[in-house]
């Protein structure tokens, strides 16, 4: 089975501080993909990397940033948090053959 | 541009009941996937199915099955005999077979299967 872990599943920080969520998968999938989900808006791409060291910028990418630095990790971070980053983020990863993605559990940041 | 809409927000229904959860797509593209993912109250989105736009038999999975139209750019999902574990949200999405093309994703429906 593929296997998508998040580092955390709830996350409070403040505001201006410097957040990283980590994200793992070990499918050995192409391209991974970072959305946040609110209530109303679905989910809502933030960056997507098609392979190592490459990223795409997703519908919503003012205020993050990301690293993959390896097939299997990719990173979000933000760089200065803010409460409008409250919310729920999503790592997937996909073998680019087949299409789906593959979601992790979520990560549940509250920026206070 | 691509488009999906999912017009329902929520749905309850009683258990047994059967129920279909709508999904209209938009995209100029010819050649595209459409798919469906649950997501329980737990967080994590889970794939159910995929399907691709020239292929259009409907599909059967047990208690689950899904009806595309490209004459009406449907692609419908439904539960027969709905029972409690189905409660959950559900997506559709859709994306363009053109390499690293990027999902959309409706907005999402809010099933609640009452017992």
């Known amino acids: 089975d593929v296997k998508v872990t998040q580092s955390s599943r709830y996350l409070v920080k403040r505001t201006g501080e410097k957040v990283f969520l980590e994200c793992v998968q070990d499918m050995d999938h192409e391209n991974m993909f970072w959305y946040r989900q609110d209530p109303g808006l679905g989910l809502r791409l933030i960056y997507f990397?098609?392979?190592?060291?490459?990223?795409e910028k997703g519908d919503i990418p003012e205020g993050y940033s990301v690293s993959r630095e390896k097939k299997e990790r990719f990173s979000l971070i933000l760089e200065s948090a803010s409460t409008n980053q409250t919310s729920m983020y999503l790592c997937?990863?996909?073998?680019?053959?087949?299409?789906?993605?593959?979601f992790g559990p979520g990560t549940r940041l509250t920026v206070t | 541009a691509q488009k999906v809409t999912q017009a329902q927000t929520e749905i309850s229904v009683v258990e047994k009941e059967d129920v279909t959860l709508d999904c209209v797509y938009e995209?100029?593209?010819?050649?595209?996937?459409l798919f469906w993912y649950k997501q329980p109250p737990s967080g994590e989105l889970v794939f159910l199915i995929r399907r691709n736009s020239f292929d259009e038999q409907n599909e059967i999975s047990g208690r689950y099955s899904w009806n595309f139209q490209k004459s009406t750019s449907s692609f419908n999902f439904t539960i027969t005999a709905s029972q409690v574990v189905d409660s959950a949200v559900y997506f559709c999405a859709l994306i363009y077979s053109g390499g690293y093309q990027k999902v959309t994703f409706g907005t999402g429906t809010k099933l609640q299967v009452i017992p």
């Open positions: 990397s098609y392979d190592v060291k490459m990223k």
């Open positions: 997937a990863s996909r073998n680019l053959a087949r299409y789906e993605q593959y």
């Open positions: 995209t100029r593209d010819t050649t595209y996937y």
